[in-house]
């Protein structure tokens, strides 16, 4: 569930900005609060689950470890990063300040998309491709 919320997000983000781009306010704002929705959805999954189940290590295969590393620590890094963002550009597009708005989101997008897709990422590298045992 938790890689599903995280994939929405992740759809969400892309459709919301291509209708931003073509000037559908409505549409990307529904979708901007969709994918706030299912980030939060998932963060609310993504913090039961390892409370209860606890930690997972990526030990196999070990000639790709290093790659998992880094891509868990940027992950990890912008997560606990792009949530003040995500609270300042919602609050600045709820305000209608929609110039302050824009300016945040330029970079609150890309980073929010790239935390979407390695959350993803991570999600089946761990769980599909390379399987690992809870410890």
């Known amino acids: 569930m938790n890689a599903c919320f995280n994939g929405l997000s992740s759809l969400c983000l892309a459709v919301g900005y291509v209708f931003i781009k073509k000037g559908r306010k409505k549409?990307?704002?529904?979708?901007?609060?969709?994918?706030?929705?299912?980030?939060?959805?998932?963060?609310?999954g993504y913090l039961y689950y390892h409370f209860h189940a606890g930690a997972t290590e990526f030990r196999q295969p070990v000639?790709?470890?290093p790659y998992y590393l880094v891509l868990l620590i940027s992950?990890?890094?912008?997560?606990?990063?792009?949530?003040?963002?995500?609270?300042?550009?919602?609050?600045?597009?709820?305000?209608g300040d929609f110039e302050a708005h824009k300016r945040i989101?330029?970079?609150?997008l890309p980073l929010w998309a790239y935390v979407s897709v390695t959350?993803?990422?991570?999600y089946l590298l761990l769980y599909q491709i390379f399987p690992q045992k809870q410890l």
Do not use: D, E, N, Y
Not at 82 to 93: E, G, K, N, Q, S
Not at 105 to 108: H, I, L
Not at 119 to 122: D, M
């Open 119 to 122: 959350g993803v990422l991570i």
């Open 27 to 44: 549409a990307h704002r529904t979708l901007m609060v969709a994918a706030l929705i299912s980030s939060s959805l998932f963060l609310a």
């Open 63 to 65: 000639w790709f470890r």
């Open 105 to 108: 989101a330029r970079w609150t």
């Open 75 to 95: 992950h990890t890094v912008l997560a606990v990063v792009i949530v003040p963002l995500v609270i300042m550009t919602v609050t600045r597009a709820a305000k």
